[in-house]
């Protein structure tokens, strides 16, 4: 088995990004909203902004109290909507109880909406234009992508179809007239859709859940779910026990992760070179 290694693709990613931006007339500003003071999300925000930084894009601070309303921090969202040569907004998730998500991200101009959350941005990529797309689900292609195997024939497999990684992976592989299997938690026949996959796609968020036995041999696996078990992050395969069976296979932590990170960035780049 092989590792697919997010961390070398994410830097690969990233080169080609900063030879961009630093072509641009401009330098493009990035703004990760964060609402609260949850430690992971604190990390992850000054992570994005470090890496942002780091490839010549701005990163614009905006850190607010867990207890701003929806209307306070709506309003706080279209204060930065007008800030030049803005390219890029989301919301750190995630956020607490009593703010309203989906009013939060469409308060987002549809142009800067670079993780594709709000219902304007949605529509666009589902209505089949992908220029701008969920990070996570791009960054699930790249990794397949990144092993240069052809799909067309292959029985292809997406375990689950939450909004951030299996209904839009499903979407980017019907674009390429693909025709993957989709299971759900509620899927009768689960385990022999499995068996028969040649590539599986995953975001369940069931820790370790497949295992060496479910997986035909030479199986291609990219796992974008994530659960903490003992204090640690696993992903949804369990590494150890496919390692004799599948192909390649994209670790948790250190593989959809880190591309997603790139896809993001990516994203604001080409928010910036249509905005020249």
Known sequence: MKIIDGKKLREEILAKVKTEVTALPFRPIFCDVLVGEDPASVQYVKMKGRMAEAIGIKFHNADFPSSITTEELIKEIEILNRVPYMCGIIVQLPLPEHIDKQRVFDSIDPRLDVDCLGSSASEKFYGGDTSIGFPTALS???????VNISLENKNIVVLGQGMLVGKPVTALLQFRNLSPVIIRSKTENKEELIKQADVIISGMGKGKYITGEMIKEGAVIV???????????VGDVDLESVKDVASYVSPV????????????????????????
């Open 140 to 146: 699930c292609m790249a990794l397949l992508d990144s």
């Open 223 to 233: 796992d974008a779910g994530t659960s903490e078990s003992s204090g640690g992050i």
């Open 253 to 276: 932590p250190g593989g959809v992760g880190p591309v997603t990170v790139a896809m993001l960035l990516n994203n604001v780049l080409t928010v910036a070179k249509n905005s020249k």
